[in-house]
């Protein structure tokens, strides 16, 4: 059962405009949320989180949406740049549960 | 460098070997995570240690099994392999509960043929 959803698995956007990537999550114990970024042959790498006390973080160019209700989070870039082109999964943590159980990604590509 | 350092970064071996990987973690961390990253499948949770002790664990097969030493490093044993086990396998480190995130290394290449 996949907790965690990321139904689009790619995504491309012309350089400068906003790119909005999207999440879906099952568990109501959910409270914490992460985006992070992989390019090939690197580990992921942290970008953004959001508690779920907030329903908005902004980092720069990247600012995270929670919609606890619809149990749904996304990630906005604005401007899209070609160096954001990636894989961008988004990761969910329950209280006590010393895990984060992650989507299986969306590929963006940024066209120049 | 994210300070996480994972050993061998390729590994091929053949069906029914028994591999070990190595995960270092960042200086100061006490958390260490394992995630498996299949062909087209997100980061898969294995297991987590904290301060040597087992503190969660996920699907992870029975073939496998992980430990963390006095010094922090964690090593990951898969044995048995089969073609199946073939994947990306990522540690991180975070200082405790890991709430705030990880720190990932780059990962091991497993080719099991």
């Known amino acids: 059962d996949q907790q965690v959803k990321q139904n689009s698995p790619s995504l491309s956007v012309q350089e400068g405009r906003i790119s909005i990537l999207n999440c879906d999550y099952t568990n109501s114990m959910f409270d914490y949320f992460l985006w992070y970024k992989k390019y090939p042959a690197e580990g992921p790498t942290f970008l953004i989180s959001i508690s779920s006390i907030k329903d908005k973080n902004e980092d720069g160019r990247f600012t995270v949406f929670l919609n606890k209700s619809a149990k749904h989070l996304s990630l906005h870039i604005v401007p899209s740049q070609p160096g954001d082109s990636a894989v961008y999964f988004c990761a969910a943590s329950a209280p006590g549960t010393y895990k984060y159980i992650f989507g299986t990604g969306t590929r963006l590509k940024v066209l120049a | 460098d994210s300070g996480v350092t994972q050993t061998p970064k390729h590994l091929i071996t053949a069906t029914g070997q028994r591999v070990t990987l190595r995960c270092s973690p960042r200086s100061g961390d006490l958390s260490v995570y394992w995630y498996q990253q299949s062909l087209d499948q997100g980061l898969q949770f294995l297991i987590q240690?904290?301060?040597?002790?087992?503190?969660a664990k996920g699907n992870i097969l029975e073939r496998f099994s992980a430990q963390q030493f006095p010094d922090l490093h964690s090593e990951l044993n898969l044995s048995s392999l089969e073609l199946g086990d073939s994947a990306l396998y990522f540690c991180?480190?975070?200082?405790?509960?890991?709430?705030?995130?990880?720190?990932f290394g780059s990962g091991t290449r497993l080719t099991v043929v």
């Open positions: 991180a480190s975070s200082v405790a509960s890991g709430v705030g995130g990880y720190t």
């Open positions: 240690y904290y301060n040597g002790e087992e503190r």
